[in-house]
């Protein structure tokens, strides 16, 4: 079956990095397009970044854009969100997903049919 592992979470102070890393198994992975949201107390779930399956296009978030990089290894089915420059806004729960949509990177949620558990990810000022 599909699954969806996200790891790399954890505590950092304001202007610190993290690495988060999803590891994926149950479908081809160098076949679709791969994402990583997030999704703060009381808030909506929002896009952080999205890379195609080639690994040559990439799509940022404004919030994010110039700090977070995304990734991806298909010899080794992972997907990894490099943050730098980490602000207490960042802090949520980070989830990476599997796009259903097959031409183009997107944005939408509604566009990605499978998700991880969640890694959590606080950033203390």
């Known amino acids: 079956q599909v699954q969806l592992v996200e790891s790399g979470g954890g505590l950092v102070q304001a202007g610190g990095s993290l690495r988060l890393s999803c590891v994926v198994s149950g479908f081809t992975f160098s076949d679709y397009h791969m994402a990583w949201f997030r999704q703060a107390p009381g808030k909506e779930r929002e896009f952080v970044a999205a890379v195609n399956k080639n690994d040559d296009i990439t799509y940022y978030a404004r919030s994010v854009k110039g700090r977070f990089t995304i990734s991806r290894d298909n010899a080794k089915n992972t997907v990894h969100l490099q943050m730098n420059s980490l602000k207490p806004g960042d802090t949520a729960v980070y989830y990476c997903?599997?796009?259903?949509?097959?031409?183009?990177?997107?944005?939408?949620?509604?566009?990605?049919?499978?998700w991880g558990q969640g890694t959590q990810v606080t950033v203390s000022s």
């Open positions: 997903a599997r796009s259903s949509f097959r031409l183009r990177v997107s944005s939408l949620g509604a566009e990605y049919d499978y």
